[in-house]
Structure formats: C-alpha cells, structure tokens
C-alpha cells in the first residue's frame, strides 16, 4: 500500500510537472512562430491545464478501466466550478468577461447536456467520441478566428499569461520542454491510473468513485494553481475563463479521446449515470444564474460553491459505504439545501437589479 501511494504521489508529481513543461514550452513556440498571446491564452494555455485529464483518461480508456476515465471527467469538471472558482472567489471576486457569459458558458452547458445524451445508453460509443473531438477542433478554429476581431485590452491581458524568462528563449530548449512535458504527462498517467486502481481494490469502493474523487483533484491541480495565480494577480476573468476552457476541452477532447482509443467506446458505469453526470449537468447550468446576478462571482457566492463540494463528497463517501444515514442525508440536500440556495440567488438578482447604477 505504502508503494502504491508514492506511486499515485509521483505520478500527480510527474502530471503537474509534465502539464507545465508543455503549457511553457508550446506557448513560447506558437509565439515565436507568430501565433498571437490571445489565441495562445484561448487554447494552448487554457488547454494545456487538462493535459493531465487527457494523459489519464487516455490511458485508462487504454487499459479497460473506462468507469476511472469517465470518473476522472466528471469529477474534474465539478471539481473545476465548485472547488476551483470557490477558492478562487474567497481570494478576491472573480469578474466575468462578457464573452464568457455570451458565448463560453453556453458552450460549456451545450457540451455537458451533450455528454450526458449520450451517456444515457451506457456507452459512448467510438462514433459519438468522434463528434465530440470533432467538436472542440472546430471550437478551437472558432476561437483562433474570433481572436483576430479582439480588442486590443484583451489581448494585451492574455499577453501576461505567456512566461517571459530568459533561460527558454531557444527553440531548442522550447522543443525540449514539450517533449519532456509529454512523457512526463504519459509517465505520471501510467502511475497514477495503476495507484488508483490499486487503491479501489483495496478499499473496496469502484474505479468511477477514485476517478470521481482523488484522481479528479489530483488532475486538476492545474487549473487550480493558474485561477489561483489568476485571482492574486487581479487578472480575475482569466482565473473564470481558465475554469470554463477547461471543462469544455474536458468534455470534448478528453472524453472524444478516451472513446476514441477504447475498445468498444467508453463504458459508463449505473452510478454515473444516475447521479454524477447529472450533478456535472447541474454545476454547469449552476453558473448561469450566478454570473447572471452582476457579472461578478462574490466572496459569499464562493462559499456556497465551496459548500455544495462539500456536500457531494459526503455523498459519495456515504454512498462508497453503503451507510445507513444515505437516504436521509439525500432527502435534506433535495428539500432544504438546493431550494433555500434558489431563493437566496433570487434575492441576490432582485436586490442588484435595484441597486443604483445597474
């Protein structure tokens, strides 16, 4: 057990090193090859931080354990909303770019209801994982075109996110850091998917829970240290941004690449189908009323995030057990919690639209 933990703890290492070396390494090269800040900031950058979902649910698509794959999305993409712009918004508010509202967030929705569709039948066949990778390429073209039309105060703000130091200057050290970003990435997935594994077994609990879980914080420790940079900085919308960009390529490619290099797509297991990817469909639809209240994430409103994460890791630990008190715990989160978290964003909305200057 002791060895299957520094397994899992090298593994995440080699992951967040691996992500980094690549994010570095490929944003200096599609600048210097005249690719311009924002359009790096928009998909290399925003991109590079699921690198770790897609080394890992590739590999355990690969290696037949697809609930982990499936597990590793969604617990991700929860994670992202609940916990990442949660801590982030205790840290400072979080300000949200127009675009995001307009045009992200709706993707981000339309990408989950997607998913969940197809998941309806149990697998997420090789066909369906096509159209999703198909997706996010035309996504990203999308973006790359839309960027040439960008005013000039947002792309000097996604300036700041490319590394300016010395010591990488050279292609060759750029070129470096990518390949060696990549093996990490492949290297810490293969550790990390077989210590996950082994910690299922030994614990009792199936591979979709670890997925949904450990595996899923550990793979977005990425994302969680750029919006945390992003919120100290004061670059607020890149910390929102970031989380949205992430969860969308998460969806696409990551699932669309799972399916992909499965034999016989991407199984998804009865838990997750009952409760999991319904609570990802939720989160996302979540922000809309919350960014809808201001265009701005407040201090508290991350504490309600932050309350809900809670909330759904009690579940799973209570449902991992099959404990007695499940049923109960349910009930409460259905008839008090979510309805008393309705009325106070109804509030919230009605007292900002009379507020003076809105």
């Known amino acids: 057990m002791l060895m299957q933990a520094a397994m899992f703890v090298l593994g995440l ?15 200096r090269l599609a600048v210097a090859w005249g690719i311009s800040p924002l359009v790096v900031g928009l ?55 127009e675009q995001i509202i307009r045009q992200e967030i709706p993707v981000m929705i339309g990408a989950s209801l997607l998913v969940v569709v197809m998941a309806l039948d149990g697998n997420i066949g090789r066909i369906e994982a096509v159209l999703l990778f198909a997706l996010v390429i035309a996504y990203t073209v999308f973006l790359v075109v839309q960027s040439r039309r960008a005013k000039q105060a947002t792309t000097d703000e ?14 060759g050290v750029q070129a470096a850091l990518v390949l060696g970003g990549l093996a990490l990435l492949v290297l810490g997935a293969e ?6 594994v082994a910690f299922a077994k030994v614990m009792g609990v199936s591979d979709l829970v670890i997925g949904l879980t450990v595996v ?56 997750a189908r009952n409760f999991d990817l319904w609570v990802m469909l939720a989160v996302a639809f979540a922000c809309l009323p919350i960014l809808l209240t201001g265009r701005e994430i407040a201090r508290w409103e991350g504490a309600v995030f932050l309350g809900y994460y809670a909330a759904y890791l009690l579940y799973l630990t209570l449902a991992a057990q099959q404990h007695d008190s499940l049923p109960a715990y349910s009930g409460i989160m259905l008839s008090y919690v979510m309805p008393l978290t309705v009325v106070t964003l109804v509030v919230s909305l009605i007292r900002r639209r009379r507020a003076p200057g809105t």
């Open 216 to 271: 899923a914080v550990g793979t977005s420790m990425p994302e969680i240290a750029t919006s945390l940079i992003a919120a100290l900085r004061g670059q607020r919308d890149i910390a929102v941004g970031n989380v949205v960009g992430s969860n969308i390529f998460n969806l696409l490619a990551v699932l669309g690449a799972a399916g992909v290099v499965s034999t016989g797509g991407l199984g998804v297991p009865d838990a």
């Open 13 to 27: 290492a080699a992951l967040v090193a691996g992500a980094e070396a690549l994010v570095r390494g490929a944003s």
């Open 158 to 171: 996604f300036a700041g996110e490319i590394p300016t130091s010395q010591w990488d200057r050279h292609w």
């Open 43 to 97: 998909t290399v950058v925003a991109f590079g931080t699921s690198a770790p979902e897609m080394a890992v649910s590739v590999d355990a698509a690969l290696s037949g354990t697809t609930g982990l794959a499936i597990g590793n999305v969604v617990g991700s993409n929860i994670a992202n909303v609940l916990l990442i712009l949660g801590v982030s918004a205790l840290v400072a508010p979080l300000l949200v770019a």
């Open 191 to 196: 550790w990390l998917v077989s210590a996950a």
